[in-house]
């Protein structure tokens, strides 16, 4: 049986192959097919569509700082996470995380609902970071879509 595409959720360049960053370092633009090309290969940028698509909206709005976008006149896109650059994974920052994710999914119309959100403690191998794994009910139909982010 082939994929739902969901045509619905839109499309747009590819910049978050896995669907998953830790910073804006690690977004960038992905040609099709992946990889460096030989000279007599064409190749072109990748598209995320449908599912994609949305994961990777959801990845870059809680990646942006809300407000940033606000002379393109979207000062609402974005989430609130980048306030907690700098604090300890302790519980009230956990819970903190987990409100801003829960604020910045609620703006995108394409998500009917949350799902399942879970703000991981630290681990001894990365005890500055604040792994967020998300999944969500498309609108409209089909599976549930998942994304990380840290």
Do not use: C, K
């Not at 599912?51 to 002379?71: D, F, Y």
């Amino acid at each position: 049986m082939p994929p739902v595409t969901l045509p619905h959720l839109g499309a747009d360049l590819l910049v978050t192959p896995f669907f998953q960053a830790d910073e804006w370092g690690t977004v960038d633009l992905t040609t099709s097919p992946p990889g460096t090309p030989y000279p007599d290969e064409s190749v072109d940028l990748a598209v995320a569509r449908g599912v994609e698509n949305l994961q990777q909206a959801l990845v870059l709005r809680l990646l942006t700082p809300r407000g940033s976008l606000r002379a393109l006149g979207h000062a609402e896109y974005g989430s609130r996470l980048h306030e907690l650059i700098g604090t300890e994974n302790v519980a009230a920052a956990r819970l903190r995380a987990r409100a801003y994710v829960l604020e910045a999914l609620r703006q995108e119309p394409r998500v009917r609902r949350v799902l399942a959100l879970d703000v991981a403690p630290a681990t001894a191998d990365a005890p500055h970071t604040l792994p967020i794994l998300a999944r969500v009910q498309p609108a409209g139909a089909g599976d549930p879509v998942a994304l990380g982010l840290e």
